[in-house]
Structure formats: C-alpha cells, structure tokens
C-alpha cells in the first residue's frame, strides 16, 4: 500500500531544483558536470540560473542532474532493476541506504568513463547487425540528444550529362549574298505595314472635308 513506501528516504524529496544543483556545482564545478553528464549548456552557459531554467524545460537533462545528485554526490547503491524505470525523484530508497561522502572525480577519470561509453554503444551496434566501417569507427553522438542518429553521408556523386558538354559543331559563315542588306529590310517593312501606317490620321482629315 502507498502508506508503507518511504518516499522521504529519497535525498530529492522536497528538495528544489535549483538548491540540488548549487549543491554540486559547488563541490565539482561546471567543467565536471558537462565532461560526466555531456550537456552542453554547462560548458557554454555555465551560470545556475540558466542551467536551471534549460534543465526545467529538458526532462532527460533533469533527470540526469538528479541521477548524478543521487549516486555520485550522495553516494548511494545503484538502483534495483524495479526502480530503473522510475525518475529519480520518484525511486524509493531502502531503510537500510543512506547517503555517504561525494564520489571523487576528474577529467581524467570522465574521459575513460566516456570511452567505455563508446566501447558498449559500437558493441551494441555490432549486436545489432551494423557492421562494416561504420560500426568499425566510433561514431560522434550528439551530447544533449542522445536519441539521435547519425547520418552519414554518401561518397557517390552523379555522373555528368553527355549533352552539358561542348559541342565540336560551329556556324556555318554567311556568305555576301544571302545577308540581307538595309534597303531590303526597310521595303518589306513598307510593304508590310501598307499606306495608313504612314499617315494614320489620313481617313480622319477625309471626312472633315467631306
């Protein structure tokens, strides 16, 4: 029954968002943070106020901050597998567990925790049937969208149109005789457009004088 759970046990009951992560910005700083939690705005915009307000918006990003509050800085016994799913604020956390000193971390030790990272995520690429020299590579994964995929990109390239290139073929030269002259061109054009085109008022004077 709900009245036997001990929600309180849990180090995140009743405890705000931003009081958490002045908690362990002030033990580890932002430069831990972004390199154990890769979220991006602790290294471009590394102030409370705006980490806050990004991980108030960001559900996955929150519940990373909170994990890490719960098991690195807290120092509590990872979770049972019933409890995985859960947020972390709301994980029940046993009688028997209670908090210990913060876990001491470096640079040094994230970047290995990073490569392990990528040993399991090619791992499970080559589990999964994406062999080749794309599972054969680490693949770069983006930090604050771990759901995304990336996109490789194609080395084909089209082949060119035989028609776009240039063609051998050249105009013929126009000899003297078949290039009309100006004289010719100013009587077809007289011829064409007739006598009213030449006084266009002609028919208008006619019939005043009628």
Request: net charge positive; hydrophobic share 30%; charged share 30%.
């Amino acid at each position: 029954m709900s009245d036997e759970i001990n929600y309180h046990n849990n180090p995140l009951h009743g405890l705000n968002l931003k009081s958490m992560l002045t908690e362990i910005v002030d033990h580890y700083g932002f430069e831990i943070l972004h390199a154990y939690l890769y979220i991006h705005s602790f290294k471009t915009n590394p102030s409370i106020d705006s980490s806050v307000k990004f991980l108030k918006k960001t559900q996955w990003a929150r519940e990373k901050v909170e994990a890490f509050y719960l098991y690195k800085f807290k120092s509590l016994p990872k979770v049972s597998s019933d409890q995985f799913e859960l947020p972390p604020r709301d994980r029940i956390i046993p009688e028997g567990q209670v908090v210990g000193a913060p876990f001491e971390l470096s640079l040094e030790d994230a970047e290995r925790v990073r490569e392990k990272r990528e040993t399991k995520a090619n791992e499970y690429d080559r589990l999964a049937g994406r062999t080749g020299s794309s599972a054969a590579k680490p693949i770069a994964r983006s930090n604050d969208k771990p759901w995304s995929k990336p996109v490789e990109k194609s080395p084909w390239k089209p082949e060119p149109i035989p028609g776009e290139k240039n063609s051998p073929w050249k105009p013929e030269p126009q000899s003297e005789s078949s290039k009309p002259n100006a004289e010719t061109a100013v009587n077809a054009t007289v011829k064409t457009s007739g006598t009213a085109s030449l006084d266009p008022w002609a028919s208008s004077r006619n019939k005043f004088k009628s």
